[in-house]
């Protein structure tokens, strides 16, 4: 490779070619990686808002600076230690969520813990009867037009949310759900968190989110499923009490008007079938690496739909 170098550098000797290390590639592309990031997040967060506003006063500030308005150059220098501290302070819910995010995304746990990241994500998997209950009882508040809050958490830990509640831990079942919002009860106000296939808690607070776009028909329940599932990766499952409608927030979005195989597709997100990953093991050894990798891939698909 450096001889090829060398003789592109001799062939072309009337440019000029800065001397360029591979570790110099690397941090241009881990750069550019993070302007790419960075520009992204601002591009679908308030940030976006914020930082067209910035460009207007760092354009206003470049005319001063062209037709040596000295006055307000003087005040810009001496205000900059203040505008960097009102910048961390405006933007401070998208840096909080920007570091939420970085976090989630389990770098570290993917390198030095993986193992103990998979155990967590069998544990909080949704089972089979935790999804039948779910179906079930969302059906049933559905016709009673009985509103309804569950979260369920995945991988990012929800202890703050559960805290806020009454602890109850006790296993899923329709009967219970359906009873705790039975109107005029004394736990049917606030969230239900189910963790490990267990109701831990209810009467929970959740944060509600500051999504703009979102229909002004949609109520308190709505917001705050929508809320917890842009900080957290947990699902909610949310029922309106005005209407009966069934809607499923994850990821920052929301599922509108479900009927039941809908929930339980979405519900099956949460679900990591271990029969299946037996299978894709004995495939793999039978027809090789491609078969296995062909059902790994419709396995993906079906789960992510």
Same mark, same amino acid.
């Given at each position: 490779?450096?001889?090829?170098?060398?003789?592109?550098?001799?062939?072309?000797?009337?440019?000029?070619?800065?001397?360029?290390?591979?570790?110099?590639?690397?941090?241009?592309?881990?750069?550019?990686?993070?302007?790419?990031?960075?520009?992204?997040?601002?591009?679908?967060?308030?940030?976006?808002?914020?930082?067209?506003?910035?460009?207007?006063?760092?354009?206003?500030?470049?005319?001063?600076?062209?037709?040596?308005?000295?006055?307000?150059?003087?005040?810009?220098?001496?205000?900059?230690?203040?505008?960097?501290?009102?910048?961390?302070?405006?933007?401070?819910?998208?840096?909080?969520?920007?570091?939420?995010?970085?976090?989630?995304?389990?770098?570290?746990?993917?390198?030095?813990?993986?193992?103990?990241?998979?155990?967590?994500?069998?544990?909080?998997? #949704? &089972?089979?009867?935790? /999804?039948?209950?779910?179906? $079930?009882?969302?059906?049933?508040?559905?016709?009673? +037009?009985? =509103?309804?809050?569950?979260?369920?958490?995945?991988?990012?830990?929800?202890?703050?949310?559960?805290?806020?509640?009454?602890?109850?831990?006790?296993?899923?079942?329709?009967?219970?759900?359906?009873?705790?919002?039975?109107?005029?009860?004394?736990?049917?106000?606030?969230?239900?968190?189910?963790?490990?296939?267990?109701?831990?808690?209810?009467?929970?607070?959740?944060?509600?989110?500051?999504?703009?776009?979102?229909?002004?028909?949609?109520?308190?329940?709505?917001?705050?499923?929508?809320?917890?599932?842009?900080?957290?990766?947990?699902?909610?499952?949310?029922?309106?009490?005005?209407?009966?409608?069934?809607?499923?927030?994850?990821?920052?979005?929301?599922?509108?008007?479900?009927?039941?195989?809908?929930?339980?597709?979405? #519900? &099956?997100?949460?679900? /990591?079938?271990?029969?299946? $990953?037996?299978?894709?093991?004995?495939?793999?050894? +039978?027809? =090789?690496?491609?078969?296995?990798?062909?059902?790994?891939?419709?396995?993906?698909?079906?789960?992510?739909?």
């Amino acid at each position: 490779m450096r001889a090829v170098w060398t003789a592109i550098r001799s062939a072309l000797s009337w440019m000029y070619f800065p001397d360029i290390k591979w570790t110099d590639i690397i941090d241009i592309l881990i750069i550019a990686f993070i302007i790419y990031k960075f520009l992204l997040w601002i591009k679908t967060s308030r940030a976006w808002t914020l930082l067209k506003g910035i460009i207007v006063v760092a354009f206003f500030l470049a005319f001063a600076a062209i037709v040596r308005l000295n006055t307000i150059l003087w005040i810009a220098r001496n205000l900059i230690n203040v505008i960097l501290l009102a910048m961390i302070i405006l933007f401070q819910p998208e840096l909080r969520r920007a570091l939420d995010e970085l976090g989630r995304k389990n770098y570290l746990s993917r390198l030095f813990f993986k193992s103990e990241g998979s155990k967590t994500l069998v544990e909080n998997s #949704l &089972s089979d009867k935790t /999804i039948y209950e779910l179906v $079930k009882t969302a059906t049933q508040l559905s016709k009673d +037009k009985t =509103g309804a809050l569950i979260v369920m958490e995945y991988f990012t830990p929800l202890g703050e949310y559960i805290n806020t509640g009454i602890s109850i831990d006790a296993v899923v079942s329709s009967q219970l759900l359906i009873n705790i919002f039975e109107k005029n009860t004394p736990l049917h106000d606030g969230a239900v968190i189910i963790q490990r296939n267990r109701v831990v808690a209810a009467t929970c607070y959740l944060p509600l989110t500051d999504n703009k776009d979102i229909a002004k028909t949609l109520g308190t329940r709505h917001r705050a499923g929508l809320g917890i599932s842009e900080v957290t990766d947990s699902m909610t499952l949310i029922v309106s009490e005005e209407t009966g409608g069934i809607s499923i927030a994850h990821r920052g979005k929301l599922y509108h008007d479900l009927d039941e195989t809908g929930l339980r597709r979405q #519900l &099956s997100k949460l679900q /990591i079938v271990k029969e299946e $990953k037996s299978l894709i093991g004995k495939k793999r050894k +039978k027809g =090789g690496r491609k078969d296995g990798r062909e059902r790994e891939e419709r396995l993906f698909r079906i789960r992510h739909v």
